[in-house]
């Protein structure tokens, strides 16, 4: 369905909830236009930051004329540049976000909105906004632009690979995801710092996940985790004794829900700490989802956080 | 256990549709498309072992649930008394009926007898067609009991009809003994013990396993004990009696003691009669009986007129059990016990012959029908003589007698009769001895060595010192000693000292050396009397005691006395007789039956008279050749049987294990209580509970695992 935007993933209502909040770097990111955020880099822009003494051979341009005329001596004016923040929206079109429970939105379509969302924000805010998806390898690579005509070219790809997906049947099993592997290669790829927002449900093993994350953090991008869960998976409401298809793989099991839910779920709360402490321990922003939860309220709950910080 | 409704039992085949569910359900799980198993991998593998149970105990449930209502839709029961299901073909039964004395005692509720009667009758209408029955009478004669198993219940009824009551104790450990011999011969593995009796703990062998034990097949053959007893009445009972008479002589005093003793809580007050020859002679006065307390009373009276007495003591107050209020006694006068004297020729002088004063004192009545007839013999005379006419021969002061008449002695003797050695100046030790060794010492029943007369050591003679006081011949006269030591003997044979085998010696003078010796050879006796009965060797014949003590002897090697015995109903009777002795003795029973007992072939030397079942003086005629004695027994009843205790159920059930016991104090729902036994008791109403209890065990452990909201 075509929201009033004109793009599916993009609900009105849902960018009228966070249109006014911002989404700043956390540190200083490489912009290359003015923009909200600190650029890392000491020129000559609008805003006065410090002085230097004069260097012959400086243009005569900055110099501070009243200091000298105060002090008689030669002083070069050092000004701020704010620039634009450049952002990749990773998101994970494995097998397993194509998991859905009833009146509930698949785990990949809330990816989608979500995707939808940020991008939007991060359009206005003169960022520059590029979008990955990946499943065991990288199936959409745009990189970070700020025209609007790369925006809907964005929500154009979404769309149709999300309706690629969804047309593919349950029962035809994929190779699994690596999350890990394939971050390590887009940590390579983004050769400039920027804000990765990863938008995955990180089924993969957490040790090497956590890996690719430092490699991120590494290279000094700043990374946004959205980890995002359905319902049913965090709460395992099955009842009835069932054979259970792993959508990824295929592998399938008999189990009985009753009996494994206890243990399934001390599992499941220790693989999230996990990536909560991993998360914590290299600054990455983690928020649990799942998706019950509105996605703009979600978002905008985060947002206005990440603001007050 | 029995089923009532047996079909019903299929229904447990359903017991196999959990089984196919769950394999059904294995197979046919639903399929359900999930993120990712990577979590669930490995809590199935955990869980995998703890599922497996908990699926098995769900299955083991559903199964038993399912199961049991189809035991429990069949109506199950049990019973002891039927092993297997229904449509069991026959069973064998004794039935056992305690017609002890204690049956004839009235209770608040009616007789004793009757109920038993009912219940027995009760129990037979219970028996289906095919069943086997022996009936058991514990006393009386075997003809009451029918001892085989038998289909033929009619015979059993008219058995239990006409059983009646005895006036014995019941021996119930040994009936039980005798069912379990019968029921283990039997073909059919089905069996049952009825017991009918009142529970008085006499009738139980003190509690005594039997040295017969049960048998572990025993156990399935159940016991059931009627209890016939009512709400008590309070009962006295006559439990013993003793007669004492000096001599079986008309005009001699007879005692008759009887012991009493009650039953009720408070004391009581009797009064009993005595009754002679149907005439009531007496009446005592008012006795007190204590609570627990036994109490004696005697009566005097004088026998008037020879022959046999028949007396009985009653009690004069109704009580609840009649039976113990009779007590029956005999005594015999005059038994005209023939004697012979055998003596040299009479002396000229009366008083100076040497049988005189043992004549006199035989012979104080001059009358034919007296309690000694007495014939004075010479000695030649002996040799043409059946002596077998004689109860007793005297041999006064003999010459020893020649070897055909010895030995015509010996045979007398051997054959039963009885031979008194009296000493005298014509006793001749060597000649005796000399006889005696003539037919193998069978004639003396010891040596003879020769005459003691008083001399300086022993101016005054000799006294009687010591007197047997066990033996019955001279006990009397045992004690006090002054009715002995006053006669004194101046003259005496002396006899070995010391007693050979088989020799009795009955009295001692006061040097220790024997007076009067006895032996006995074959069924009769050899006497010696070592000095004479004249008052040149002794002042015996002089004093007070000679005449009691000669016919005192006299009647009891004769085997005539007052007293007659007593016994108990059951106790046989027992006359001892030689092996070619043509005697023929008859009993009369005291309803006047007369049966002539014979002798058995295993002991030809007694006769046994067992049928003493009835309670009354039993007269005796013994036929030797033209001549008859009489005697007489009475049998009386049990005193044991009014001893007021009784068992416990735990006791008999300690008792009779490892049969296991039924006890119906109710004798008029027997058939009920029996109907009930046989059906069992009904487990539906269990395994209904059990069934409730399986399927809310289900229901937990089916929904243990519930749905919670996660703390994720």
Not at chain 1, 63 to 83: G, V
Not at chain 1, 287 to 297: A, G, H, Q
Not at chain 2, 232 to 256: D, K, M
Not at chain 2, 407 to 432: F, M, N, R
Request: aromatic residues 8%; hydrophobic residues 45%; neutral net charge.
């Amino acid at each position: 369905m075509t929201t009033r935007t004109g793009y599916r993933y993009l609900d009105p209502a849902a960018l009228g909830r966070v249109k006014n909040l911002s989404l700043l770097a956390r540190g200083v990111v490489e912009g290359f236009i003015s923009g909200l955020h600190a650029s890392p880099y000491k020129g000559f822009s609008v805003e006065f930051a410090e002085h230097r003494n004069y260097v012959p051979g400086d243009n005569l341009r900055h110099l501070d004329w009243r200091m000298l005329a105060r002090t008689d001596r030669l002083y070069m004016k050092q000004h701020e540049e704010e620039t634009n923040l450049r952002a990749q929206i990773v998101l994970d079109v494995s097998r397993s976000m194509m998991y859905q429970t009833e009146r509930a939105l698949p785990k990949l379509q809330y990816g989608a909105y979500l995707t939808a969302v940020l991008a939007c924000l991060m359009t206005r805010q003169q960022d520059a906004v590029g979008l990955t998806t990946f499943d065991q390898r990288v199936r959409l690579d745009m990189p970070a632009r700020t025209s609007a005509r790369h925006f809907g070219e964005m929500m154009t790809q979404l769309e149709s690979l999300v309706d690629q997906l969804d047309k593919t049947p349950a029962s035809v099993g994929g190779q699994g995801t690596c999350i890990a592997e394939t971050l390590h290669q887009l940590a390579e790829r983004f050769k400039r710092r920027c804000l990765i927002v990863l938008i995955s449900d990180l089924y993969d093993e957490p040790e090497a996940v956590v890996r690719a994350l430092h490699h991120f953090r590494h290279r000094r991008h700043d990374v946004i985790l959205f980890h995002v869960f359905d319902k049913a998976e965090l709460e395992f409401t099955f009842r009835e004794t069932a054979r259970f298809v792993d959508l990824e793989t295929g592998e399938q099991l008999q189990v009985d829900p009753g009996f494994v839910r206890d243990h399934y779920q001390a599992q499941l709360r220790e693989f999230i700490d996990g990536y909560r402490r991993a998360c914590s321990d290299c600054r990455i922003d983690y928020v649990m989802t799942d998706t019950s939860v509105p996605y703009d309220f979600m978002l905008s709950r985060y947002l206005s956080k990440r603001s007050g910080l | 256990m029995t089923f009532g409704v047996a079909a019903f039992l299929w229904a447990a085949v359903a017991g196999i549709i959990p089984v196919v569910l769950h394999m059904i359900n294995r197979q046919h799980a639903p399929v359900v498309y999930f993120s990712t198993l990577r979590f669930l991998r490995l809590s199935v593998h955990r869980t995998r072992r703890r599922k497996r149970l908990h699926d098995l105990l769900l299955l083991l449930l559903r199964v038993a649930a399912l199961v049991l209502l189809a035991i429990a839709l069949a109506q199950p029961a049990v019973s002891w008394l039927h092993r297997w299901m229904t449509g069991q073909s026959s069973t064998s039964v004794v039935l056992i009926l305690d017609n002890s004395g204690s049956l004839a005692t009235k209770d608040q509720n009616g007789p004793r007898w009757d109920r038993l009667r009912s219940a027995a009758l009760q129990i037979l209408d219970e028996l289906r067609e095919a069943d086997e029955v022996a009936l058991l009478v514990t006393n009386g004669p075997a003809r009451q009991s029918v001892r085989g198993l038998s289909r033929n219940h009619e015979i059993v009824r008219r058995a239990v009809r006409t059983c009646r009551p005895s006036f014995e104790r019941a021996d119930l450990v040994a009936a039980v003994s005798e069912a379990r011999r019968l029921l283990r011969s039997a073909p059919v593995t089905a069996s049952e013990i009825y017991i009918v009796t009142d529970m008085q703990a006499c009738c139980w062998n003190d509690l005594q396993r039997p040295a017969e034990t049960a048998e572990r097949d025993d156990a399935g053959c159940p016991i059931v004990m009627v209890d016939v007893s009512g709400p008590r009445l309070s009962n006295s009972a006559l439990l013993a009696i003793t007669t004492e008479a000096t001599a079986p002589v008309a005009g001699a005093p007879l005692r008759v003691t009887v012991d009493l003793q009650g039953d009720a809580q408070v004391a009581e007050e009797r009064h009993v009669s005595i009754y002679l020859d149907s005439q009531k002679r007496d009446t005592s006065s008012t006795l007190r009986i204590e609570p627990a307390e036994r109490v004696r009373h005697t009566f005097q009276l004088t026998l008037s007129g020879s022959g046999l007495h028949r007396g009985h003591l009653q009690l004069e107050e109704e009580d609840a059990c009649p039976a113990d209020d009779r007590l029956w006694f005999a005594a015999n006068t005059d038994p005209s016990v023939r004697v012979a004297i055998v003596k040299n020729a009479a002396h000229e002088i009366a008083n100076l012959d040497q049988a005189y004063y043992l004549e006199r004192a035989l012979t104080l009545r001059n009358d034919p029908h007296g309690a000694f007839l007495v014939s004075s013999l010479a000695p030649a005379s002996l040799a043409s003589m059946s002596l077998a006419q004689f109860d007793l021969i005297f041999c006064v002061d003999l010459p020893a007698p020649e070897l055909a008449v010895a030995q015509q002695l010996v045979a007398y003797v051997e054959k039963g009769g009885h031979l008194i050695w009296i000493s005298g100046e014509h006793v001749d030790p060597v000649a005796y001895s000399v006889m005696d060794n003539q037919v193998q010492g069978r004639l003396l029943p010891t040596r003879l060595f020769g005459v003691q007369r008083e001399n300086v050591e022993r101016p005054e003679g000799w006294r009687i010192a010591w007197i047997d006081p066990l033996d019955a011949a001279v006990a009397p006269f045992a004690e006090p000693a002054s009715i002995h030591q006053s006669v004194l003997i101046t003259r005496f044979m002396k006899i070995a000292p010391t007693a050979a085998p088989g020799v009795q010696v009955l009295a001692r003078m006061d040097d220790g050396q024997p007076l009067l010796v006895r032996r006995r050879v074959g069924a009769g006796s050899t006497c010696l009397l070592a000095t004479s009965l004249h008052v040149d060797w002794t002042n015996f014949p002089l004093k007070p005691l000679f005449l009691p003590f000669l016919t005192h002897f006299a009647f009891q090697l004769a085997g005539a006395e007052a007293n007659q015995p007593v016994l108990l109903p059951g106790d046989p009777w027992q006359l001892p007789l030689s092996a070619d002795d043509d005697t023929i003795v008859e009993v009369v029973r005291p309803g006047g039956e007369v049966v002539r007992p014979v002798r058995e072939e295993a002991n030809p030397n007694v006769i046994h008279f067992q049928d003493t079942h009835e309670v009354g003086v039993y007269e005796v005629r013994i036929h030797r050749g033209p001549h008859v004695r009489t005697a007489a027994f009475a049998v009386n009843p049990d005193p044991e049987e009014a001893a007021p205790g009784y068992v416990t159920a735990a006791q008999l059930e300690q008792l009779l294990a490892p049969h296991r016991l039924f006890l119906c104090h109710d004798a008029t729902r027997v058939s009920q209580t029996i109907r009930d036994l046989r059906k069992g008791w009904p487990l539906g109403g269990v395994i209904l509970t059990l069934v409730i209890v399986a399927l809310v065990a289900e229901t937990f452990q089916a929904n243990r695992r519930e749905y919670r909201v996660p703390p994720v």
